[in-house]
């Protein structure tokens, strides 16, 4: 069973920064390529897909609205996504979920939040001034 555990969030003024973290256990990337990543979802909006990265490869995706300004990333050593978010506007206030499944890379680049079956807990993320 994967478990995802996500930490990092907080509140921040327009213009600042945050990183989030995702720590992974449960699985193995030796026969196995997956799909991880960050989502999102705000009050009264559907949930949706902020960055995926594939393991197999390392390939990222992103959604337009955060292209540029955040970066996702796989530490393989310590089975640990992270996103780091820059320029963060008030629009980017949300509960950020960290997710995983087993599938090829065709879906990591979709980033469809129904695709994914290993989700966290969720971490707040708040831009405010």
């Known amino acids: 069973q994967v478990q995802l555990v996500e930490s990092g969030g907080g509140s921040v003024q327009p213009g600042g920064s945050l990183r989030l973290s995702c720590v992974a256990s449960?699985?193995?990337?030796?026969?196995?390529?997956?799909?991880m990543g960050w989502f999102r979802q705000a009050p009264e909006k559907e949930r949706e897909g902020v960055a995926t990265?594939?393991?197999?490869?390392?390939?990222?995706y992103y959604a337009d609205s955060v292209k540029d300004r955040f970066t996702i990333s796989h530490d393989y050593a310590k089975n640990t996504i992270y996103l780091q978010m820059n320029s963060l506007r008030p629009e980017d206030t949300a509960m950020y979920y960290c997710?995983?499944?087993?599938?090829?890379?065709?879906?990591?680049?979709?980033?469809?939040?129904?695709?994914?079956?290993?989700w966290g807990q969720g971490t707040q993320v708040t831009v405010s001034s």
């Open positions: 449960g699985y193995s990337y030796t026969y196995s390529t997956y799909c």
């Open positions: 997710a995983a499944v087993r599938a090829p890379i065709s879906v990591c680049a979709q980033r469809r939040p129904r695709d994914y079956n290993y």
């Open positions: 990265v594939a393991t197999g490869d390392g390939r990222t």
